[in-house]
């Protein structure tokens, strides 16, 4: 059942489950191998079923697609390969009908360098809107036009430098991240009122909300003073501008500019890689934030060495130390967001669980701590039935343009090749990416068509159909998880106590409200765990388990990755 709104005085997204589905691959209407909103509006059953109240859209905006849509060229229209404004109207119809909310994604730290607004921009330097992005001199003593000569020394997310020479204007225009994403300039207030008057258009046509994209890199350090040097031979621009001078100004414009004056219940979420727990605070203080609540980066950092394609093997006290500081700092005044998955990060279960001989219970184990913290969980398509990473075999299968780049980039400097594969299969956003698995039959179920991107050969015997009616499937523990919420006040508006956070194998913790106490206890590794239980939990209710009930009395062993939660009476 979706939440009831009328009942609380609290925000209705403190009780929500939030659900992502990446357009390209989550279901092909009409055979072309690419995703689509008609294929998402056919599949709004499967939405309604897990429970879940909201449905997250990346982006379907008129795109080059160099990003898959994160580089927009025409924010008032939807692109051909997606569908038709007509089709997004009915979308944004019909999950109301199903009792659910539908909140975009909003892409404007940067354009794509095919927006109407860069073209115009690039022409020359006195052009209306030359100062909409951010437009630099060649470094004096430089050859114009050369890297060397470039602004400063920060390299692109997507790899390279982050300026582009462009002959028109004789500048350099910064890009965070691809060479076709050219950053947005927010100290002009024509670029930000043309922000707001897009946003006020999408909640007109009845969108409730937005998740905003890097909105933490809107403001840059005037300055654009050079980063620390990175392996990669680029600076580290990060400290100049994730957390830039103005970024609090800007977002209270837009909450201003946008919602205060709209009746309505939206949600707003802000994804800011970098962001710290005292920003994120501010960001979502409930008196004087701007944002519902942010994506932050740590815990799906904490396998990562100086650079994301360096691995560092989870240690889960670490885990538990980062999860925990946020559940404490956000605590009554901040919110948090809970996630393991997106678009950009490989699958949870073969990167902190287990995707072989425990995949099931691994997968459940994980959605099981996470869903129970304190906060609003997300649901990545695909995680809700376990999908797991992707053994792509060469460069040639991969298409995402940071995973691309980053191979070439890294051969270039001398890397093995077959190194690189190796990371690309841990890190690569691909394995997020590949297509919906629906049913065990010809890709999947996906597409009648050929997929733009393989299917994970698995999908013969994990699929949505397999799942559906089997009631110990990884689908039907979600659906467990997701009316746990919905029913138990404590799961939503309990604190947060973490239990044993030294134990390297069990992660446990306490929920109270009032006087109702609930206790969860997850083995997250490979072998049975004896002992963690206390005495008196003799008396306490297991509320939701996610193994088949072996023995699941409080004095049995907790078997690998088994994850119990408990009402303490
Ligand atoms: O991602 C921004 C981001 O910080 C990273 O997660 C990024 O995906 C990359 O892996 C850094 O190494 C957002 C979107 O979610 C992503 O899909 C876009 O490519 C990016 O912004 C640019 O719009």
Redesign the pocket.
């Known amino acids: 059942m979706p939440i009831d709104t009328r009942t609380s005085s609290d925000p209705w997204w403190k009780a929500a489950v939030v659900y992502q589905v990446y357009p390209r691959s989550f279901a092909d209407s009409d055979g072309d191998g690419i995703g689509d909103v008609p294929g998402i509006s056919d599949h709004l059953e499967h939405l309604s079923d897990l429970g879940v109240d909201v449905v997250w859209l990346s982006p379907v905006y008129r795109s080059p697609q160099d ?1 898959n849509g ?1 580089d927009i060229s025409d924010y008032h229209d939807i692109d051909p390969t997606f569908g038709t404004l007509a089709d997004v109207d009915d979308l944004i119809d019909r999950v109301h009908r199903h009792g659910m909310r539908l909140v975009m994604d909003l ?1 404007v730290n ?1 354009t794509s360098d095919e927006h109407a607004w860069f073209e115009e921009s690039r022409r020359d330097r006195t052009n209306p809107k030359a100062d909409w992005y951010i437009w630099r001199d060649a470094r004096p003593g430089g050859m114009p036009g050369s890297e060397d000569a470039a602004p400063n020394n920060w390299g692109s ?1 997507f790899s390279g430098p982050a300026w582009q020479w462009c002959p028109e204007r004789e500048q350099y225009y910064l890009h965070l ?1 691809s060479r076709k ?1 050219p950053d947005l300039n927010w100290e002009s207030p024509e670029v930000r009122a043309a922000v707001h008057e897009m946003m006020r258009w999408w909640l007109d046509r009845g969108v409730d909300g937005f998740r905003m ?2 909105i933490n890199l809107i403001s840059k350090d005037p300055g654009l003073p050079d980063g620390e040097l990175l392996p990669t031979g680029y600076g580290d621009g990060m400290p100049h501008f994730s957390y830039g001078p103005r970024v609090h100004e800007y977002l209270a414009e837009v909450k201003r500019e946008v919602f205060d004056s709209r009746p309505g219940t939206f949600l707003t979420v802000g ?1 800011m ?1 970098g962001v710290t727990t005292d920003q994120a605070l501010r960001f979502t203080d409930r008196e004087t934030g701007e944002l519902d609540m942010v994506f932050q980066f740590e815990h799906v950092d904490l396998d990562h060495g100086r650079t ?1 394609w360096d691995h560092h093997p989870l240690a889960l006290v670490d885990l538990k130390r980062s999860l925990g500081r946020w559940q404490t700092a956000l605590g009554e005044r901040g919110w948090n967001s809970l996630y393991w998955n ?3 990060q490989p699958r949870i279960v073969s990167r902190y669980g287990d995707d072989g001989a425990c995949w099931r219970e691994s997968a459940t184990a994980l959605a099981t701590v996470l869903h129970l913290h304190r906060g609003t969980p997300y649901v990545y398509q695909g995680e809700e039935i376990g999908m797991t990473n992707v053994p792509f075999a060469s460069i040639d299968d991969f298409r995402d343009i ?1 995973s691309v780049n980053h191979f070439h980039e890294a051969v270039a400097l001398g890397a093995d090749p077959e190194d690189v594969l190796v990371s690309l299969r841990r890190t690569s ?1 691909d394995n997020a990416r590949t297509p919906m698995q629906w049913t065990s039959g010809e890709h999947a179920g996906f597409t009648t068509g050929t997929p733009w991107l393989q299917v994970n050969p698995n999908h013969t015997w994990l699929n949505v159909e397999a799942q559906r009616d089997d009631p110990e499937s990884v689908m039907a523990h979600y659906r467990r998880l997701i009316a746990l919420r919905h029913q138990e006040p404590v799961v939503v508006d309990g604190d947060f106590t973490m239990l044993l956070p030294d134990h390297p194998a069990v992660y446990a913790f306490e929920r109270t409200l009032g006087d109702d106490r609930l206790a969860v206890y997850a083995n997250l590794s490979g072998e049975a765990v004896d002992g963690v239980l206390p005495e008196q939990a003799h008396g306490w209710e297991l509320l939701l388990g996610n193994l088949p009930s072996a023995d699941d009395s409080p004095g049995a062993p907790l078997r690998p990755w088994e994850a119990r939660v408990y009402r303490v009476s």
């Open positions: 990003d994160y892409v940067h997310f991240f994403q994209d890097v994804e890689p994301k997106n678009h950009d940071e956003r």
